[in-house]
Antibody, heavy 120, light 107 residues
Framework: EVQLVESGGGLVQPGGSLRLSCAAS????????IHWVRQAPGQGLVWVGR????????SYADSVKGRFTISRDNAKKMLYLQMDSLRVEDTGVYYC?????????????WGRGTSVTVSS | DIQLTQSPSSLSASVGDRVTITCRAS??????LNWYQQKPGKAPKLLIY???TLQSGVPSRFSGGGSGTDFTLTIHSLQPEDFATYYC?????????FGQGTKLEIK
């Protein structure tokens, strides 16, 4: 079964750090760019960033640039989101999502998400 | 950044109705527009990509159209499982922005 499973969410104080993980299975991980998307409580979807197949290229939303870092370990089929200098407005559910290897960007497989709460 | 504006923000309809949701981009994005469906507490699901291509496994009652700046998602003959929130997303360039969402509710 094609699957993405996020983990690592939790409660953290403003200014703190957290690392989210995304475990892939059931497909050739190295064929796919992977995205992170977040959703604040009761709000819409916001693209956070993406990483290419070998981890050499990343892109980020301006709201997280310089604070968040996406990386991957292809041998372990794992994706990571290192979140530093966290703010209250970073609170939400974080999803990892797969981008098919052909054609324009789209997210065809999503994880179930992991919840992050930034609060004092 | 490219802004996407969906209309309406919410919509009430009945089973069997045909509904259309519109997504307008702040600049031309050719055909690079995707549509997702999200149900409460669940991850989004890809419905349509490249404006009008139906994702594998998605029922044919869903269709997409448009190009440039104006796009539509149409659901022909609503089914009970279609009541959800729908989002458009542009894939023209980063940041890959989403519309604010359209909540489709049962009348």
């Amino acid at each position: 079964e094609v699957q993405l499973v996020e983990s690592g969410g939790g409660l953290v104080q403003p200014g703190g750090s957290l690392r989210l993980s995304c475990a892939a299975s059931g497909f050739t991980f190295t064929d796919h760019w992977i995205h992170w998307v977040r959703q604040a409580p009761g709000q819409g979807l916001v693209w956070v960033g993406r990483i290419n197949t070998d981890g050499s290229r990343t892109s980020y939303a301006d709201s997280v640039k310089g604070r968040f870092t996406i990386s991957r370990d292809n041998a372990k089929k794992m994706l990571y989101l290192q979140m530093d200098s966290l703010r209250v407005e970073d609170t939400g559910v974080y999803y990892c999502a797969r981008d098919p290897p052909m054609g324009r960007t789209r997210m065809d497989v999503w994880g179930r998400g992991t919840s992050v709460t930034v609060s004092s | 950044d490219i802004q996407l504006t969906q209309s309406p923000s919410s919509l009430s309809a009945s089973v069997g109705d045909r509904v259309t949701i519109t997504c307008r981009a702040s600049e031309t994005i050719s055909l690079y527009l995707n549509w997702y469906q999200q149900k409460p507490g669940k991850a989004p699901k890809l419905l349509i990509y490249d404006a009008s291509t139906l994702q594998s496994g998605v029922p044919s009652r869903f269709s997409g159209g448009g190009s440039g700046t104006d796009f539509t998602l149409t659901i022909h003959s609503l089914q009970p499982e279609d009541f959800a929130t729908y989002y458009c997303q542009q894939s023209y360039h980063t940041p890959y922005t989403f519309g604010q969402g359209t909540k489709l509710e049962i009348k």
